[in-house]
Structure formats: structure tokens, C-alpha cells
């Protein structure tokens, strides 16, 4: 029963899962899982907040499944549920103390006076660091379309479809994105741009 579902599509296990078969659930969350955590943590830039509201979507997903349109692709379908989950939840959430930690997060310096080692695993870190650092200070939306599509390798259109903007906007971001990225880590010394 698991190679027959090895080689069935997303939109096919879902169908499967709907039906009640947990091998074809299994599978759902362990190709699904990683994509949707990646995307709420850029939505909601705290790593425990991404992770509760992944579980949560998944703890309920046998029950989304009967509103999933079967013409449409499973996972732009799914990351359109978690990104509504995720604005929910900052509409709920107390934004006090986080508003404090990502003004401190935003400000904070990044210790770039190391020297210039290619392959140095310390440097490697630093490098991951930057990156991270300079994401985070891009506007979430900016964030978002330049995950999925750079990370994710998400097309455009499904971007659209899932984030709800004209392709022509998401185009915007994600090039809006690549400027900041790139004003950020010119002349950091591990970084090569």
C-alpha cells in the first residue's frame, strides 16, 4: 500500500485522506509539513509561533479537506489556509511584547569583523546569519514571495493564487526583495553579493 501511494500526487493523497486512509495523511504531512512551517515562519517571524500554527492546520486537516477543491493544486491550496491561519492569529495575539522583540530583532548589529575564510564553518554561520538578519528586516509580504519563489520554487501564479495578489504585485515584491537583500549584505565582509 505505501509504494502505491509513493507514487500518487499531492491532489490524489489528499483524496485518499479524505477517505480515511492515515498512510496517505502520513505522507501528506511529511512532504507538507516543512513547506508550510518555512511559510508561516515568514509571516509570523517567531519559529514557535510558525510551529503551533502548523500543527494546528495539520491537526484539523482531515477536516479542511472536504472544503479542497480537487481542480486546484493541494499545495497552493494549503499555504492559502496557513497564511489565513497566520493573519488570524496576529490579529489576535497580543502584540505588546512582540512588537518590543522585533524592534530589538530589527536593530540589533551583526558582528561582521571576522576574517574572510571561504569554507571556514564559522563564517558559513555568519553568512546564514546575515542572510536571516537582512530577510527579516524586509517587509513580511517581500519576505514571503521571495521564499516561495526563491526557496520553494514556487511559480508566479501560484504565488498569486495563494497570497491573493495580482501576479504583476508579486513580480514587484519579489524584486523589491532582491534590491533590499542586496543594499543589506553589499560590504559585509563574509558575504560575497
Not at 33 to 47: D, G, I, M, S
Not at 53 to 77: C, I, M
Not at 103 to 122: F, M, Q, W
Not at 145 to 152: A, D, G, K, N, P
Request: hydrophobic residues 40%; charged residues 30%.
Amino acid at each position: 500500500m505505501n509504494e502505491e501511494l509513493q507514487s500518487l500526487s499531492l491532489e490524489e493523497l489528499a483524496g485518499k485522506a479524505r477517505e480515511g486512509n492515515i498512510a496517505a495523511f502520513e505522507r501528506l504531512y511529511r512532504l507538507l509539513f516543512p513547506l508550510v512551517l518555512k511559510c508561516l515562519l515568514a509571516v509570523t517571524r517567531n519559529h514557535q509561533d510558525a510551529e503551533d500554527l502548523t500543527q494546528d492546520l495539520f491537526s484539523h486537516l482531515v477536516k479542511l479537506l472536504y472544503s479542497y477543491d480537487s481542480q486546484r493544486p493541494l499545495k497552493s491550496w494549503l499555504l492559502a489556509v496557513a497564511l489565513n491561519a497566520a493573519r488570524n492569529y496576529k490579529k489576535r495575539e497580543s502584540s505588546g511584547l512582540k512588537k518590543v522583540f522585533e524592534k530589538a530583532r530589527a536593530e540589533g548589529i551583526v558582528n561582521t569583523s571576522g576574517k574572510d575564510n571561504p569554507g571556514n564553518p564559522l563564517i558559513e554561520k555568519e553568512r546564514n546569519e546575515l542572510m536571516l538578519s537582512a530577510l527579516r528586516k524586509l517587509p513580511s509580504l517581500d519576505e514571503l514571495c521571495f521564499i516561495l519563489h526563491h526557496v520553494e520554487k514556487l511559480k508566479i501564479r501560484e504565488i498569486s493564487e495563494i497570497i491573493g495578489l495580482p501576479e504583476t504585485k508579486v513580480v514587484s515584491r519579489i524584486r523589491a526583495a532582491k534590491r533590499s537583500l542586496k543594499r543589506q549584505l553589499e560590504g559585509r565582509s563574509s558575504w560575497n553579493v
